[in-house]
């Protein structure tokens, strides 16, 4: 089993609005944290696995 997980990337953080069930209740906000995009991004060095941008690793133990 796989005990590898990806960290989420502050860049790829998106607020959403979620509409209210009810009529007189109102609109809420909540934070999407996306995971990292690895090869996808520019900031990804495939040869030691980390983010240069932020100087962490991308991949964690669970």
Known sequence: MNNRKLKFCPDLTQVVWEKAM??????????Q???CIKEQCAAYCEDDGKCHKYMNDVEMEK
């Open 22 to 31: 009810m009529v007189g209740h109102g609109d809420y906000q909540r934070i």
């Open 33 to 35: 944290l996306n995971e």
